[in-house]
């Protein structure tokens, strides 16, 4: 690509792209979920309650983060999610959640 670049000449625009694409002989279909944060609610075995600002599909899986110290995930199902009005009267989803796995001492509870 040719741009003028004021002085009456042109420069050539060397390719931005480092790397060749990589494609997909068939589309996959996925979701990309950024971090944000819940409120735990209820927290007993290996079933999780927590307030969450965005809502969830049930059957979808989710991961759980504690940064406090080193950083700890638990792997969630979610098995309900339905709105509710919280204290403060923002709208917020209670999301039940299925604790799958744990990278702490197997049972999914934080170590207090």
């Given at each position: 690509m040719a741009l003028a670049?004021?002085?009456g000449?042109?420069?050539?625009?060397?390719?931005r792209r480092k790397h060749s694409r990589y494609l997909l002989n068939e589309p996959l279909d996925g979701t990309l979920r950024v971090?944000?944060?819940?409120?735990?609610e209820r927290w007993s075995g290996t079933e999780i309650v927590v307030l969450s600002a965005a809502p969830s599909r049930v059957a979808e899986t989710l991961t759980l983060e504690f940064p406090d110290g080193s950083p700890r995930h638990v792997a969630v199902t979610v098995e309900e999610s339905r709105?509710?009005?919280a204290a403060d009267g923002s709208l917020r989803h209670r999301l039940r959640l299925q604790v799958t796995s744990s990278d702490g001492n197997g049972n999914g509870?934080?170590?207090s």
């Open positions: 670049n004021g002085r000449t042109t420069t050539t625009m060397t390719s971090r944000e944060e819940v409120a735990i709105p509710v009005v509870r934080r170590n």
